[in-house]
């Protein structure tokens, strides 16, 4: 069973930052997009960023460009999401998804999830 276990969560003011980490275990890692989505109270969840199996493409979404980045270390089968520039409306848990690149309806697989608050 793939295993998905995030960290790095905390409370910062606006404008702070924080770095997000995602450790996978059990699957073929280099396999795998990974992604990193949000849940906010009240709301759906959605998509903050993904990568590529080979890391070679990233996505984000439009409220989190030029602030959020993504990255992966297929060699420590982790992958980091560094927050900069953080607003009260980022505040969510945050969510580490994996799904097979190499499959045509992947199953997705979600990690427990890591609080990130921003609040002054």
């Known amino acids: 069973q793939v295993q998905l276990v995030e960290s790095g969560g905390g409370s910062v003011q606006p404008g702070g930052a924080l770095r997000l980490s995602c450790a996978a275990s059990r699957l073929t890692f280099s396999s795998y997009t990974m992604s990193w989505y949000r849940q906010a109270p009240g709301k759906e969840r959605e998509l903050v960023a993904a990568?590529?199996?080979?890391?070679?493409?990233?996505n984000y979404a439009n409220s989190v460009k030029g602030r959020f980045t993504i990255a992966r270390d297929n060699f420590k089968n982790t992958v980091p999401l560094q927050l900069n520039s953080l607003k009260p409306e980022d505040t969510a848990v945050y969510y580490c998804?994996?799904?097979?690149?190499?499959?045509?309806?992947?199953?997705?697989?979600w990690g427990q999830g890591t609080q990130v608050t921003v609040s002054s």
């Open positions: 998804n994996a799904r097979d690149a190499y499959v045509s309806y992947p199953r997705p697989y």
């Open positions: 990568i590529t199996s080979a890391g070679g493409n990233t």
